[in-house]
């Protein structure tokens, strides 16, 4: 028993003296993406805050698993932190029969932000608008492809919702990143995509993509002539997040912490203007409002892969 309070204040102790040395915040993808970026702001800013080191490591590889799969290992300290989309926390424990790391038992500490999704296509393709291009994909069945940055990737798995919700069947060609994909959608070698809206902008603006639609439930602030794909796929959304987690059991004082700071640092006008740079919406949130967050997106998301019958072995 003396032992148990002996390990019960130990942890309170470590949790009050939180943070005193460097913190390494691990980011599932390489350097330069959204989700690179985003962490590096925070990081930035807490490391003012706090007078310390916090670093951001990339360790991309095996669908953002392998990122997930070092913070799983780590000290329950909050010394090192997963920066994580979707996938390795709502969409890998429902595709694969194997994981090296359990999803649920990550302790969430923040929903970082939100970024809106488009349906961009190649100008090639015969639609100006989303009526269009749907009544083309039910007149051709399996003639539109669609890239993904690889199978079982959110982007893919919306346009799995898309092609479901609207009865039509196109081709999915799968990538090793989003990179690749951009460049043969803009080369003309596939479709359409589903992508960031703050990925593709640029893109739209030069006239080398055709935006047709957005995914999310409204229309977009920089885009209101836009149509939704709701508007015509009623029930269909989807847009992407990122959010902080840490290692299972990482004590709940030391996630607290971490939680405020980081919802302090997303509340500054010069972060936030970064952010709207980027098109991402920041958000901030108690672990518990993360934690349910987090809940609800597996269900949604178990639900569609389901429906799909898709699975990765």
Do not use: C
Not at 68 to 84: I, K, M, N, Q, W
Not at 169 to 181: I, L
Not at 255 to 260: E, G, M, N, V
Not at 285 to 313: C, H, M, N, Q
């Amino acid at each position: 028993m003396a032992a148990i309070w002996m390990n019960g204040a130990m942890v309170r102790a470590a949790a009050e003296d939180f943070p005193h040395r460097t913190i390494k915040i691990v980011v599932p993808v390489p350097p330069g993406p959204l989700l690179d970026v985003v962490p590096r702001i925070i990081a930035e800013k807490l490391s003012a805050k706090w007078s310390i080191a916090v670093i951001v490591e990339n360790r991309p590889g095996a669908a953002q698993n392998l990122g997930a799969e070092a913070v799983a290992r780590s000290d329950p300290d909050g010394y090192t932190l997963l920066a994580s989309p979707p996938g390795p926390l709502v969409v890998s424990g429902h595709l694969r029969s194997k994981l090296s790391f359990d999803p649920d038992a990550f302790v969430p500490v923040s929903l970082m932000v939100k970024l809106p999704t488009v349906l961009v296509v190649n100008p090639k393709v015969p639609a100006s608008n989303l009526g269009e291009l749907l009544a083309y994909a039910k007149a051709n069945p399996g003639k539109l492809t669609f890239g993904s940055p690889g199978t079982g990737s959110t982007p893919h798995l919306a346009t799995e919702q898309l092609m479901q919700a609207a009865g039509i069947r196109m081709v999915h060609v799968p990538y090793q990143g989003m990179a690749p994909a951009m460049n043969d959608l803009i080369g003309g070698h596939i479709d359409m995509m589903i992508d960031l809206y703050g990925n593709v902008a640029g893109n739209i603006k030069e006239g080398k993509l055709k935006l047709l639609a957005v995914t999310t439930p409204a229309r977009l602030r920089q885009e209101p002539t836009v149509p939704t794909i709701s508007e015509s796929v009623p029930g269909f959304a989807h847009e992407e997040w990122f959010a902080m987690v840490a290692p299972p059991k990482t004590p709940d004082a030391t996630t607290a912490k971490l939680s405020a700071a980081i919802a302090e640092v997303l509340a500054r006008p010069d972060v936030a203007g970064r952010l709207a740079d980027l098109s991402a919406e920041p958000v901030g949130g108690t672990p518990d409002e993360t934690s349910a967050f987090i809940k609800a997106e597996s269900v949604r998301w178990k639900r569609l892969i389901d429906a799909t019958g898709l699975r990765i072995d």
